[in-house]
């Protein structure tokens, strides 16, 4: 089994954000920035597939050269070897282009799966999983929270609203984009940390990849980011923390009548 | 005149909230821009609730669309546009809109703003959607031609949709030759719940705030000293520290509790929406820009550790006093 997943470097979910000057992004040189949760779930399932029936996990990022983390970590946990995708043209990419991208560098790996998170917890599109299924032409499932594997074939437990779930089954190759929570992801292990040092790290350029740079013109431009305007009214409880408590406690039993 | 084609998901036959809040949105949209308002469904026939403003309603029968597959709803909706040539098609960032409308997006390569809470208007329109969990917002815009946006939920109202009767036409696609990869089973729920949160009066929340499983001993007590049930967001669950009848959210369970108190949790809009219409809101959380504050009645902003086991103490002496 060969199973690729992608992995996209985000900042931590416990980041103070701060708003460029030119409200452009984030500025970046104070955030802490790790895998994004869903891919860390994803990584975790390729490696337990392949501890189960063998093969090959191969982890991929696309990002500027502060991502090369999150693959020298995947490999630290087990993946066998990672595609680097770096490039000053890739930095505006959109999710259309992104997903041209990956397809780009991925049809000529044949994979049996590829596994992505359900959406990034910093731009949260929650498109680059099925659009690279489309450009690839393969079938694809969203919201996985359980694999196993069947004669040729893959059953999926897929999440739906509200606590439904159900059963799915799909041909190979295929690729799944994973809901959080399906596994326990692992730490990497000090011997996993040495090995990674000889694992096979391959950076691609857009030119490596031969994509034009015509086809992966964005089609939606980031205006600006900002910090939203409250709408709701909040009684902010200020003070000691024995002052705090006991403002709540009366709020709660005279204002809110609650208790 | 433009077209705006709202994509209305229907769910056994009935059609689904979150997207007749898109329809309320495609309804403002209409308006703002001079443009056609064309509801389409996937079914032979159309919802008799379906009695709201647009131009039209456009029922598309096909065998193949009887039972939702992204492969058969992406050929289906590209027929629809190639025979309409829309603007806009907008739909509700439901579950399925999530599974089919990148794929559809990809397969017509035009671009899918998704999860969008509002748009303004302008010399072109510019949509608005939640970054970085909801702690900040963006503005994009598309170039020329059709663009794809889905609608967060909550985004705009279903009860201020202004009502209408639509005509209804009908359109052909061929799906013949579409291969339908992935076989779906019935829906279920795994093992009935023991806890029904939707009926609990009173709800304490724990997020991945309290940092350790040990920890929730803390607001255990809390919860106990309140009469009140424990609740968590995801993670919490995720990490296996809590059942998963316990998880308030969209994958979880929607409460109306007459209190809600989150300790620990930031507050993103999967959460928000299984307890935002909670009687009153209060937030323990460190960050002052967490999101959980937006829809809170009371917040405090300080370490949960400084406050939960205060707090529980002056509940205890509150009650038996
Ligand atoms: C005009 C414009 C400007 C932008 N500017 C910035 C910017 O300055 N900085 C910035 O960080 N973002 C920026 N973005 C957002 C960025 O392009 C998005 O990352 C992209 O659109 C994909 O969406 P997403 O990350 O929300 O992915 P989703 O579709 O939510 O991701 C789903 C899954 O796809 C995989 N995946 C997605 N992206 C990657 C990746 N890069 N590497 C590996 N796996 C991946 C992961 O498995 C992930 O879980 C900008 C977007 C636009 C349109
Ligand atoms: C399709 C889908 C479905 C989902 N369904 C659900 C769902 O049903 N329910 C749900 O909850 N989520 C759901 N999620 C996940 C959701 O997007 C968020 O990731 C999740 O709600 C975050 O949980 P959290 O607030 O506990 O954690 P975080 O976002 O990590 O927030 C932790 C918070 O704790 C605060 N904190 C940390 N330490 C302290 C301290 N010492 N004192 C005080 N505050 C502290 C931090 O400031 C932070 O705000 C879903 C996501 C997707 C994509």
Redesign the pocket.
């Known amino acids: 089994m060969k199973i690729c ?6 900042p931590d979910a416990g980041s103070v954000l701060r708003i460029r000057d030119d409200e ?2 984030v500025e970046e040189d104070k955030l802490v920035f790790t895998a ?1 949760e ?2 860390s779930y ?1 990584l975790e399932e390729a490696l337990l597939l392949k501890e189960a029936h063998g093969g090959e996990v191969i982890a ?4 500027p050269e502060r ?1 090369r983390q999150v693959l020298k970590d995947a490999l630290s946990k087990g993946a066998d070897r990672a595609i680097f ?1 770096h490039d000053e043209s890739f ?5 259309n282009g ?1 997903a041209k991208v ?1 397809a780009k560098v991925l049809e000529k790996e044949h994979c049996d799966l590829i ?6 917890d ?8 099925p ?2 299924a489309q450009e690839l032409h393969l079938p694809h499932v969203t919201m996985v929270v359980q694999t196993e594997l069947l004669d040729g074939g893959l059953k999926v437990k897929q999440e739906l609203e509200g606590g439904w779930f159900r059963q799915v089954e799909t041909s190979l190759p295929a690729l799944l ?1 994973i809901q959080s929570g399906i596994n326990k992801p692992r730490y990497a292990s000090l011997r996993g940390i040495m090995a990674m040092k000889k694992k096979e790290l391959r950076e691609l350029s857009a030119t490596d990849l031969g994509v034009p740079a015509t086809e992966l013109a ?1 089609m ?3 205006q600006r980011i900002y910090v939203p305007v409250k709408t709701k009214e909040t009684v902010y409880l200020e003070g000691a923390p024995e002052e705090v408590v006991a403002q709540l406690v009366d709020k709660l039993a005279n204002e809110a009548k609650v208790l | 005149m433009g077209k705006i084609l709202a994509f209305i998901q229907l769910d056994d036959g009935q059609p689904n909230r979150n997207a007749l809040e898109a329809l309320q949105g495609g309804q403002q949209l209409a308006a703002d821009m001079g443009h056609q308002l064309i509801g389409v469904v996937f079914s032979a026939s159309s919802p008799q609730q379906l009695q709201f403003k647009m131009d039209e309603i456009i029922t598309v029968a096909a065998p193949e669309l009887e039972h939702y597959s992204a492969d058969t709803y992406v050929a289906a909706m590209a027929q629809i546009i190639a025979a309409e040539q829309p603007d806009l098609l907008i739909a509700g960032h439901t579950y399925q809109a999530r599974d089919w409308l ?1 794929r559809l997006a990809a397969q017509i390569s035009r671009p899918l703003i998704s999860d969008c809470i509002g748009f303004q208007k302008g010399a072109q329109i510019t949509w608005v959607r939640q970054v970085f969990q909801g702690k900040v917002h963006a503005d ?1 815009t598309t170039g020329e031609g059709l663009a794809i946006v889905s609608f967060q939920a909550g985004a705009f109202r279903h009860d201020r949709l202004e009502s209408g009767s639509p005509a209804i036409r009908s359109q052909e696609v061929d799906l013949s030759a579409v291969e339908v990869q992935v076989r779906a089973g019935e829906p279920f729920q795994d093992t009935k719940a023991a806890v029904d949160l939707s009926r609990a009066e009173r709800i304490v929340a724990v997020g991945r705030g309290i940092g350790d499983e040990e920890k929730l001993a803390l607001v255990r007590e809390l919860a106990e000293a309140l009469g009140a049930e424990l609740g968590s967001s995801r993670p919490v669950v995720d990490y296996g520290w809590l059942s998963h009848d316990r998880q308030v959210g969209s994958s979880g369970q929607t409460v109306a509790a007459k209190l809600y108190l989150a300790v620990g949790i930031s507050g993103a809009i999967q959460h928000q929406v299984g307890m935002k219409n909670c009687g009153c809101i209060v937030a323990i959380n460190k960050d002052a820009n967490a999101p959980i504050f937006e829809i809170a009645d009371y917040g405090i902003v300080a370490d949960l550790f400084e406050i939960v086991p205060r707090l529980t103490a002056a509940i205890k002496e509150h009650r038996s006093a």
Do not use: H, R, Y
């Open positions: 997943v992608l992995i996209k470097q985000v452009s992004w994004n869903s891919d994803a991929c990022t696309l990002g991502s995708l930095n505006n990419l959109d999710c992104l990956f596994l992505c998170g359900l959406q990034a910093d731009t949260g599109e929650a498109a680059v999983g659009m690279l984009t964005p939606q431009t980031l | 990148p994009v």
